[in-house]
């Protein structure tokens, strides 16, 4: 089983609209969970991170994070054609990043 | 603040050469890791240097891979011989102290590109 799995997509979204990425996780050892965003040719970036049950909003971002399920998501609101990306969920385990493979989204203009 | 650097940007080699790549962590981070990804998969994860001891090295593939990081500032991570399956992107990422409990935001590098042919 993979530690870390993703929809690879691609997920198309109109522009304005909620984007809903999703991830689940393998090893309930994990202790705080990220998104990285990731542009074609460049480096991830972390844009979000939670380490509890429930919600963290940050703008237009919000993580969710179910431990119980072993889930995490991630709602992109009022999406614009800039955060068409590739959206890689990742878990931290031991301190070592453990990644997905990515769900790549695309804004629709 | 300088991030994270990489050099080279890309490399092309043959198959059985020896290719080091490296990289300059963010000032004052004590952590650095190396990650890995090959087409078609995730970013994996590699090693773990504290300073400049190897704190995890469990990623590393096999013993063609060397990695350093003398006086616990750059680190450079050499691949002899390289093989066609060592084709792939490699991050470089580096964080501040740990705190216990806590994690600390590793920033990535842009990556070095390495080609095996």
């Known amino acids: 089983q993979k530690e870390v799995e993703q929809n690879s997509g691609p997920l198309s979204v109109p522009e304005g609209a909620i984007a809903s990425l999703n991830c689940t996780y393998s090893?309930?050892?994990?202790?705080?969970f990220f998104w990285y965003r990731q542009y074609s040719g460049k480096s991830p970036e972390l844009i979000m991170f939670i380490y509890s049950n429930g919600d963290k909003e940050d703008g237009r971002f919000t993580a969710q994070l179910n431990k119980a399920s072993q889930y995490v998501s991630l709602l992109i609101r009022d999406s614009q054609p800039s955060d068409s990306a590739t959206y890689l969920c990742a878990v931290n385990l031991y301190d070592k990043i453990i990644f997905g493979k990515g769900t790549r989204l695309h804004i629709l203009p | 603040e300088a991030g994270v650097t990489q050099f080279p940007s890309h490399s092309v080699i043959e198959k059985g050469q020896t290719v080091t790549l490296r990289c300059d962590p963010i000032s004052g981070h004590d952590n650095l890791y190396w990650y890995r990804r090959v087409m078609g998969k995730e970013i994996k994860f590699l090693l773990h240097?504290?300073?400049?001891?190897?704190?995890?090295e469990s990623g590393m593939p096999n013993n063609r891979f060397l990695a350093e990081r003398t006086g616990g500032t750059y680190s450079t991570l050499k691949v002899q011989p390289a093989e066609l399956e060592d084709s792939g992107v490699y991050f470089c990422?580096?964080?501040?102290?740990?705190?216990?409990?806590?994690?600390?935001?590793?920033?990535f590098g842009p990556g070095t590109r390495l080609t095996v042919l």
């Open positions: 240097f504290v300073k400049e001891s190897k704190q995890d």
């Open positions: 090893d309930r050892g994990s202790q705080s």
């Open positions: 990422a580096s964080s501040k102290n740990l705190l216990a409990g806590r994690y600390n935001e590793q920033f």
